[in-house]
């Protein structure tokens, strides 16, 4: 069974940074596809981020791009986003999922809260 | 970038009707990049459908996707209790994914 388990979301004041983490089990994680995916509080979701399986291929939401930076670690299949320079309305809660050929993601984590707030 | 606009917003519907949503993209979406989530409060998007018209494991038979193009659907046939949420597509295009506002199907 696929597991995505996400930590590292806390309160944090605008213009700081956090490292969110996600560590995956139950797949291979070295031959993943895997996204960012956000839902503000009573909001609807929102792509943040994506990084093809090697990490040679990145893509970022306009809203985030440029402050956050996704990253891998195929040897701990664990997935990073660095969140910096952080505003309120980047408070929401934070999915790591995996992304299958044609873009869909069949597995998503529980999600983690991110508060920016001062 | 592709804009998905969900409808209706809200959808009040009793246990046993038949649910229709629709999708619609701002331009042409590959069939094969456009899916169908749910999701309960306090929950994780579940996928239910992708490739506009595949089920995806363990959903049950109920839950069908059609369209192409621009329109897409998604079809409840016979809502169960447990149906009762808040349904999302998703496109993958041009390097960007994008997501609908979501529909809600609430107990009338």
């Known amino acids: 069974e696929v597991q995505l388990v996400e930590s590292g979301g806390g309160l944090v004041q605008p213009g700081g940074s956090l490292r969110l983490s996600c560590a995956a089990s139950?797949?291979?994680?070295?031959?993943?596809?895997m996204n960012w995916v956000r839902q503000a509080p009573g909001k609807g979701l929102e792509w943040v981020s994506y990084?093809?399986?090697?990490?040679?291929?990145?893509y970022y939401a306009d809203s985030v791009k440029g402050r956050f930076t996704i990253s891998r670690d195929n040897a701990k299949s664990s997935l990073y986003l660095q969140m910096n320079s952080l505003r309120v309305e980047d408070t929401a809660v934070y999915y790591c999922?995996?992304?299958?050929?044609?873009?869909?993601?069949?597995?998503w984590g529980q999600g983690t809260l991110v508060a920016v707030s001062s | 970038e592709i804009v998905l606009t969900q409808s209706p917003g809200t959808l009040s519907l009793s246990p046993g009707e038949r649910a229709t949503l629709s999708c619609r993209a701002s331009?042409?979406?590959?069939?094969?990049?456009l899916a169908w989530y749910q999701q309960k409060p306090g929950q994780a998007p579940r996928l239910l459908i992708y490739?506009?018209?595949n089920r995806a494991t363990g959903i049950p038979d109920r839950f069908s996707g059609s369209g192409s193009g621009t329109d897409f659907t998604l079809t409840i046939s016979r809502l169960e209790p447990e149906d009762f949420a808040v349904y999302y597509c998703?496109?993958?295009?041009?390097?960007?994914?994008?997501f609908g506002p979501g529909t809600k199907v609430d107990i009338k």
């Open positions: 999922a995996r992304v299958r050929s044609g873009g869909y993601s069949d597995s």
């Open positions: 139950g797949l291979t994680f070295s031959v993943e596809s």
């Open positions: 990084t093809s399986s090697g990490g040679g291929t990145i």
């Open positions: 331009q042409s979406v590959s069939s094969t990049s």
């Open positions: 490739a506009a018209s």
């Open positions: 998703q496109q993958y295009g041009s390097s960007l994914f994008t």
